[in-house]
Nanobody, 120 residues
């Protein structure tokens, strides 16, 4: 059974940083593009960032560009999201997901999410 397990969430003050991790298992992680999404209370889930299987191509939502950085370590089956200069509006449950393709991705696998709360 495919697993994606996120960690690293927590409570942080505005302006602070967090680093999320997502460890994958039971599928060929190095062949998949990976994405991060988030869902705030009462809002729809939204795209945050994605990275190609090799790590050579990355994309970001405008709302996080310049503040968040996605990376991956295929040897450790892990994708990261470094979040700097956090704002209260970044508060959400963050999910990682896996897609077979980077362009026009269809995310096949999802994690259970990790809570990020940014206080003002």
């Amino acid at each position: 059974q495919v697993q994606l397990v996120e960690s690293g969430g927590g409570l942080v003050q505005a302006g602070g940083s967090l680093r999320l991790s997502c460890v994958a298992s039971r599928f060929t992680f190095s062949s998949y593009a990976m994405g991060w999404f988030r869902q705030a209370p009462g809002k729809e889930r939204e795209f945050v960032s994605r990275i190609s299987w090799s790590g050579g191509t990355r994309g970001y939502a405008d709302s996080v560009k310049g503040r968040f950085t996605i990376s991956r370590d295929n040897a450790k089956n892990t994708v990261f999201l470094q979040m700097n200069s956090l704002k209260p509006e970044d508060t959400a449950v963050y999910y990682c997901a896996a897609a077979a393709t980077y362009y026009r991705p269809n995310y096949d696998y999802w994690g259970q999410g990790t809570q990020v709360t940014v206080s003002s």
